[in-house]
């Protein structure tokens, strides 16, 4: 038996500029349920997702349910080059990263979207 696929999910959108890292998140949720190894990746102002303030964000009832769902399933976001200490009620589990790592990671995906 082959090793599931990993699919990595890099979003550097503004949530407070734009509605894409919404959709990033619902594409990434749609793409999870299949048989693929799932990782998503916030970097700098995507990060704000993760913060109290969701609904005064672009689509912000929708990221909410989204985040939900990565709660419900166990998936970690891995978070670079933002203040952590916004993600500290995060409804998902937050791992820091930085670009070594976050390089580290995109070599060994098998897919890598990025949302900018």
């Given at each position: 038996?082959?090793?599931?696929?990993?699919?990595?999910?890099?979003?550097?959108a503004d949530p407070e500029k734009t509605g894409?890292?919404?959709e990033a998140l619902r594409i990434a949720m749609?793409?999870?349920t299949g048989r693929r190894k799932l990782q998503v990746v916030l970097m700098g102002p995507a990060a704000k997702v993760l913060g109290p303030d969701v609904d005064d964000?672009?689509?912000g009832e929708m990221i909410e349910n989204h985040?939900?769902?990565?709660?419900?399933?166990?998936?970690?976001?891995h978070?670079?080059?933002?203040?952590?200490g916004q993600a500290a009620d995060a409804p998902v589990?937050?791992?820091?990263?930085d670009d070594a790592a976050l390089a580290r990671m995109m070599a060994?995906?098998?897919?890598?979207?990025?949302?900018p």
């Open positions: 038996m082959t090793a599931e696929p990993t699919l990595l999910v890099l979003i550097y894409l890292t919404a749609g793409l999870g964000l672009v689509d985040l939900d769902v990565f709660a419900e399933w166990g998936t970690p976001f978070v670079g080059g933002a203040d952590l589990d937050v791992v820091p990263i060994g995906a098998d897919h890598v979207m990025v949302f």
